[in-house]
């Protein structure tokens, strides 16, 4: 099947652990990205790759590092886990050229930091 | 910088009962302007797009139209069912300085009685 796929679907862990969520995409799109939902439901981006370069990088903890092997994967590791860390965590990837082109979503990993 | 306003939830509707969810936004340049909907436990799905002015988009029996002059893109269905409970999303992404970022209104969460 075509899709966004992330793993884990559901990650708790206990604060001040280090967790990775991984994300791939089968679609051929050149750009992935990581959303982060809290929850009221608000989306709020953190970062964006275009063929394996940074270009958003939003207001986030240098706890999050972002890493982009190939241009069908970007990963999101996490250190020294805050109890404000827990939300739903969304993979989404999109074609750069031009802005008609929507978003395809992950079905989420939701993180819980006990 | 990019905003989009929708109205505030949550909306609770009986089936077959009229929705109209509204969504402003503030761009620059000629933003492409988006419907997601968010189903309980997944991630986002596409509903519809317009990316110009007087353009409608349209899907599921969802409607919604480009009002440039009003910076407007209102959902629309003259009958819902049950199964249309979900948050709805409305979206716009533009380029320029914000690299196609998608920019996400709060979202309303809908609720459909029997």
């Known amino acids: 099947d075509t899709a966004v796929s992330q793993t884990p679907k559901y990650l708790v862990t206990q604060m001040g652990n280090d967790k990775s969520i991984k994300c791939e995409q089968n679609?051929?799109?050149?750009?992935m990205y990581w959303y982060k939902q809290d929850s009221k439901k608000f989306l709020k981006i953190m970062f964006s790759?275009?063929?394996?370069?940074?270009?958003i990088n939003e207001t986030v903890p240098n706890r999050f590092s972002p890493k982009s092997p190939d241009k069908a994967h970007l990963n999101l590791h996490i250190n020294s886990l805050e109890l404000g860390d827990s939300a739903v965590y969304f993979c989404?990837?999109?074609?750069?050229?031009?802005?008609?082109?929507?978003?395809?979503f992950g079905s989420g990993t939701r993180l819980t930091v006990v | 910088g990019n905003s989009v306003t929708q109205m505030e939830g949550p909306v609770t509707l009986s089936e077959e009962a009229f929705l109209t969810i509204n969504c402003t936004y503030t761009?620059?340049?000629?933003?492409?302007l988006f419907w997601y909907v968010q189903y309980p436990g997944e991630g986002l799905q596409l509903l519809l797009k317009a990316t110009k002015a007087d353009d409608k988009g349209s899907n599921k029996g969802f409607e919604a139209t480009y009002r440039k002059e009003t910076t407007s893109f209102h959902l629309e269905k003259g009958s819902v069912q049950v199964s249309d409970s979900a948050v709805y999303f409305c979206?716009?992404?533009?380029?320029?300085?914000?690299?196609?970022?998608?920019?996400f209104g709060q979202g309303t969460i809908l609720t459909v009685h029997p």
């Open positions: 790759y275009n063929n394996k370069e940074l270009i």
């Open positions: 761009a620059t340049g000629y933003p492409s």
């Open positions: 979206a716009l992404r533009s380029g320029g300085t914000s690299y196609g970022k998608l920019t």
């Open positions: 989404a990837s999109s074609k750069s050229q031009g802005t008609n082109y929507g978003y395809t």
């Open positions: 679609l051929g799109h050149d750009t």
